[in-house]
């Protein structure tokens, strides 16, 4: 039902650089305003945050896209990506303590957060939209990658949580679940439950594995819009038999672990540019701190020969 006409967000359009503006803004004054305030102030904060999220996870359900969509759209509060994955288990993750679960809760946050906001797939491709429809989906989409965004910066900010680089090792592990649960979720709803939107069958060139929906995240493999690409030509070499096969002249991925490779050199790539950037003199320390313990660890094994 359209009650009346808004203009869309287009790339690199008005309301593309409005929202990059507006998400710079408010991360800036989030960050600044937890730093003067402490700890104490932050962790409320990003308690807030990661609750408010949380709850509109499923609330989006009462807006008019989804409503109207009813009971089908009820899979959406559930983990069809990665960014709904962060959103119900952000909670547990920053609650938790744990130093590799909040590793994950800052660098896929403030990783993903960014690149939603220079590439809102969501807002430009929801052609289908119009009206006040559009309006609270767009204004939901937004939100939702800004609190994703702010938490964790928030976190590490204010001192709640110190990056180190000898656990990055653990981030692609932890993705990797990530994609396994998401992976679950959509097999869940299409072969098993067959909810419309999903896809039905398993194999096939419009299978579950084929590749050609139910896959935001690419937990089965490289989207199909990827094919004729250059990234289509490496898939023959991406580990066959390891880690893609070929079935009919259609080539399938290992769901999850195909991604796991390069998820690490991803990892060690991105991640020490992230750590330097949000710690600078810390990741200085700890890189002195690292190469003297080898040098003694290589001192002792001399000494023992």
């Given amino acids: 039902m359209i009650l009346f006409a808004v203009p869309h967000v287009r790339y690199f359009g008005i309301y593309y650089f409005v929202a990059i503006f507006g998400m710079a803004l408010l991360a800036t004054l989030s960050v600044f305003l937890c730093k003067k305030k402490g700890p104490r102030f932050a962790h409320r904060f990003i308690l807030a945050l990661v609750w408010a999220n949380f709850a509109l996870?499923?609330?989006k359900q009462f807006t008019l896209y989804y409503f109207e969509r009813w009971p089908y759209s009820l899979s959406a509060s559930?983990?069809?990506n990665l960014c709904a994955f962060f959103v119900l288990f952000g909670p547990l993750m920053y609650l938790s303590k744990n130093k590799y679960l909040r590793d994950y809760f800052f660098y896929i946050g403030v990783l993903s957060g960014i690149l939603v906001f220079f590439w809102p797939t969501t807002a430009v491709e929801a052609t289908y939209l119009d009206g006040l429809t559009y309006v609270l989906e767009c204004i939901r989409f937004y939100l939702c990658h800004l609190l994703i965004l702010i938490a964790p910066l928030c976190m590490v900010a204010s001192g709640l949580h110190k990056l180190e680089f000898r656990r990055l090792w653990a981030i692609p592990l932890c993705f990797g679940f990530a994609l396994f649960i998401i992976a679950l979720h959509c097999?869940?709803?299409?072969?098993?439950?067959r909810l419309p939107g999903y896809i039905g069958e398993w194999f096939g060139p419009n299978g579950i594995f084929g590749r050609q929906g139910s896959n935001e995240s690419m937990q089965f493999g490289p989207q199909a819009k990827f094919?004729?690409?250059?990234?289509?030509s490496l898939y023959p070499f991406w580990f066959p038999y390891l880690l893609s096969y070929n079935i009919d002249g259609v080539t399938y991925f290992v769901p999850v672990l195909w991604m796991i490779p390069a998820l690490y050199l991803g990892t060690y790539i991105i991640g020490p540019i992230m750590l330097f950037l949000a710690d600078p003199?810390?990741?200085?320390?700890g890189w002195l701190t690292y190469k003297q313990k080898r040098k003694m660890r290589r001192n002792a094994r001399k000494n023992k020969c």
């Avoid at 094919?227 to 289509?232: C, E, F, P, Y």
């Avoid at 003199?281 to 320390?285: D, L, P, Q, V």
């Fill in 187 to 193: 097999v869940i709803c299409g072969p098993l439950l």
């Fill in 78 to 80: 559930g983990v069809p």
């Fill in 57 to 59: 996870h499923f609330v």
């Fill in 227 to 232: 094919d004729k690409t250059i990234l289509g």
């Fill in 281 to 285: 003199k810390g990741t200085r320390i």
